[in-house]
């Protein structure tokens, strides 16, 4: 069969990607694109760019050996953090632990560049040489060495899955409906395949449009079949709110639950002092009742900095009119344990009208350097703040047999744990969180997107009530319904449907992700073939 004739897009690819130079600036944009396409972009979330954002990467990637590649996605990585989350990591650095700020920046750049650039770095070992195969394979493997590295990234030193490519698509929630079935890992796999098809159509023109327009139309199908799975299509419209949804408040009807979320908006700095622990608790008894009595309401993280529940006694005398309060309160607060003294764990506290403790959820995924010192680090003489882990995310129950999953602080971004408790029963997950280290930067809305993500995969409604913002009410599909101003002293009141729709990654778990890992190292060390397309 005769060679298809060579066409102008892959000249122009490999015009493009002719000179080290120009490799790199090929790599820089990718990382550009790939920050400008998430949650907290200086301009906004440009999400549709998250189909295309790789292309430049890849492209740089033909016919390059395999340190070259890595080197190239490093570049893009470091770029991507540098744009992404360099500055919010060293601002709130320099809020946490009180570094200088040359030491926060130190701090960012590490983590940067062991979570973003190295994820990076794999990816881009992992994904070439991709003129060695044929078109169809080497869309494959752009799509699994893509999610392999991700899955890489949120597993090792305790894992940071943070901006991973899924979360672009958090502000377009018809788009995030694959995640119900495959989790984070197989949206990435889907957008990914979309950037491996685009990029070897570049490189290879006529003769790959045939398998790159396959590639298209499947993930096409795929996303179109999951939208239409998840009765999105139907607006909603007719009979009574399905299990799941969020509603504005008094419009939920029998069955629905009202809940209050609380945003104290209290600075750091009045939060260090002493004096400031009984203004903060007076001002969340004066927001949470101001409403009306409610049936939950929810205070962020540490909303209590007292020590509970030695000291639930401060609640009862900052709040005596037992009928203005909830019928059930979560709160965040450190908690001790008499049987283990000296051990502070950070929890979340479900309570009843009476402050008496129903439950309890102790923080499981705590935060390297700011709760605990990894081993490693201790025997090198580094000291901390030591925080105790909880053993399991905990189902607390709460008044009439809601059954809440609550996951503190940024444990939200941890899909496992999330999972774990929509599997074990959870109708509602509650994240109690405190922003405010985080200033004006955009990590703010990064943070948020694991929560919009969690609620997708799990099929149940998610309730986020923060010191400063993101305070939202999020529905089983991703829709954020509800949502308090950001660095404002408010509540925000919604009607929750409890459950939600069942989905296969809560009844599965993480298949997609694992089973990608697989086939990108197989087809790294598959034995090298010349590409025919």
Known sequence: ??????????????????????????????????????????????????????????????????????????????????????????????????????????????????????????????????????????????????????????????????????????????????????????????????????????????????????????????????????????????????????????????????????????????????????????????????????????????????VLPANLGLLARAWPDRATRPRALLVGAPRSDAAEPGALFNSAFSLDDAFAVEAVHDKVHLLPLGEYVPAPLRALGVSGHDTRAGEAPRVLGARDGLRIGALVCYEIAFAPLARALAHDGADVLVNVANDGWFGRTGAVEQHFASAVLRAVETGRPVLRATHTGVTAAIDAWGRVVARAPEHAATALDADVVPGGPTTAFAATGDVAGPVACAFAFALALAPRRSSRC
């Open 1 to 306: 069969m005769r060679a298809a004739e060579p066409t102008q897009a892959p000249r122009l690819a490999t015009r493009l990607a002719a000179t080290r130079a120009r490799r790199g600036a090929l790599a820089l944009g990718c990382g550009a694109l790939y920050a400008a396409a998430q949650p907290g972009a200086p301009f906004g979330s440009a999400w549709p760019l998250a189909f295309a954002c790789g292309v430049p990467l890849v492209v740089a990637l033909a016919g390059r050996g395999a340190r070259e590649r890595a080197v190239l996605g490093w570049l893009a990585g470091t770029a991507a953090t540098c744009l992404s989350t360099v500055v919010p990591a060293a601002v709130s650095s320099t809020a946490y632990f009180g570094v200088s700020p040359w030491e926060a920046l130190a701090i960012a750049l590490t983590v940067g560049q062991v979570f973003g650039a190295g994820s990076m770095a794999a990816f881009a070992a992992l994904a070439g040489p991709l003129e060695e195969r044929s078109a169809a394979v080497a869309i494959a493997r752009v799509a699994v060495a893509w999610t392999a590295a991700e899955l890489l990234r949120s597993t090792l030193f305790t894992g940071l899955p943070w901006i991973l490519l899924a979360h672009a698509l958090t502000t377009a929630p018809a788009l995030l409906q694959p995640a119900a079935w495959t989790g984070a890992a197989g949206l990435a796999l889907l957008v990914a395949a979309v950037n491996g098809a685009f990029a070897v159509a570049a490189l290879r023109g006529a003769a790959a449009r045939r398998p790159a327009f396959a590639a298209l139309a499947g993930v096409g199908a795929c996303f179109a079949a999951a939208y239409l799975a998840s009765g999105l299509a139907d607006g909603g419209a007719g009979g009574a709110p399905r299990p799941g949804a969020v509603l504005a408040s008094g419009t939920g009807g029998t069955g629905a639950v009202h809940v209050r979320l609380v945003q104290p908006n209290a600075r750091a700095a009045a939060r260090a002092s002493s004096a400031g622990v009984g203004a903060e608790l007076d001002r969340l008894v004066a927001l949470t009742a101001a409403g009306g009595p409610v049936d939950l309401a929810v205070w962020p993280e540490n909303a209590l900095r007292a």
